[in-house]
């Protein structure tokens, strides 16, 4: 757990990441994945919206992971 005070979360998906995003993509929630950056390559930023957006986050992310 790191404290911040930015608009979006980091969240480790391991072996999964492709798989998560890309459902994530079909339900028309976009995130960006931080593959590219050394030590980050297992992240995904998630930003922070509304309470419905995080909501439909979160009920997506329950039926992938």
């Known amino acids: 757990y790191a404290s911040s005070?930015?608009?979006f979360v980091l969240v480790k998906l391991g072996s999964k990441q492709?798989?998560?995003i890309k459902y994530l993509e079909v339900c028309n929630i976009?995130?960006?994945n931080f593959n590219h950056l050394?030590?980050?390559e297992e992240f995904t930023r998630i930003t922070i919206g509304t309470k419905s957006q995080m909501e439909r986050v979160v009920y997506a992310l329950k039926q992938v992971v």
């Open 38 to 40: 050394n030590g980050l």
């Open 30 to 32: 976009f995130v960006r």
């Open 5 to 7: 005070g930015g608009n």
């Open 18 to 20: 492709k798989e998560v």
